[in-house]
């Protein structure tokens, strides 16, 4: 069994986390800058076996897709070609962002740690996962 990789996908930065093998456990990877992203791609892919990319589907309140959807969607363009046998699946992430806020407050972080953009967007994509492996 490979691990499901999920990607809160950014404009500056990418949040991604990543499955144990056995599809149980979801857990905070890195943030990437976006920039980098398939380059860091290309290698952890290389070095771990990967079954399934979840991409959190940004959407606004009444349910239409946000401004960063044509960046996503050009991007899910790219990777296809790159890994084209590699399943790919949207994941709604709406409040992701407000979730991993109260998780840092929750966790004690003081309000410095809080500011932290990198790691509100890991955990981002750890909430994507996590949402996805509790609904499967």
Known sequence: MGRILALDYGSKRTGVAITDELQLIASGLTTVATFELMEFLKKYIASEKV???LVG???QKDGT???IEEEIQKFLMK???VFPDLAVKRVDERYTSKMAFRTMIDSGL???????KALVDEISATIIL?????NK
């Open 51 to 53: 079954e399934l990319v």
């Open 110 to 116: 003081k309000k410095k740690q809080r500011q932290n």
């Open 57 to 59: 589907e940004p959407k």
């Open 65 to 67: 897709h946000s401004n």
């Open 79 to 81: 990777f296809s070609k």
């Open 130 to 134: 996590q949402e996805f492996l509790y």
